[in-house]
Nanobody, 126 residues
Framework: QVRLVESGGGSVEPGGSLRLSCAAS????????IGWIRQAPGKEREGVSC????????NYVDPVKGRFTISRDHSNGNVYLQMNSLEPMDTAVYYC???????????????????WGQGTQVTVSS
């Protein structure tokens, strides 16, 4: 059974940092690209970043490039999202997600993901 559990969210001031973690279990996560998707209040889900299964290549949506870094630890199946220089526009619930079958691509589109965690809230406010 696929299980994705996010942690690390919280409230920070603009310019602050947070590190989100995604604990993946119940499947052979090493064969799956993993994405981070966020949903702000009143808005649709937005893909943020993806890390591939094969060579840990990464991809980012333009607004977070240079500020966010995605990484993964194959020894424990965890995926991380380091978020620096946070801005109020980053306020959202952040989800990690996995596709339904082994995938090595770099899409962060929510439509390419089938299994989701419960999400972790990130609030950026002064």
């Amino acid at each position: 059974q696929v299980r994705l559990v996010e942690s690390g969210g919280g409230s920070v001031e603009p310019g602050g940092s947070l590190r989100l973690s995604c604990a993946a279990s119940g499947f052979s996560v090493e064969y799956y690209s993993i994405g981070w998707i966020r949903q702000a209040p009143g808005k649709e889900r937005e893909g943020v970043s993806c890390i591939s299964s094969s060579d840990s290549s990464t991809n980012y949506v333009d607004p977070v490039k240079g500020r966010f870094t995605i990484s993964r630890d194959h020894s424990n199946g965890n995926v991380y999202l380091q978020m620096n220089s946070l801005e109020p526009m980053d306020t959202a619930v952040y989800y990690c997600a996995a596709p339904s079958r082994p995938y090595s691509g770099l899409s962060y589109s929510p439509h390419d993901y089938d299994s989701w965690g419960q999400g972790t809230q990130v609030t950026v406010s002064s």
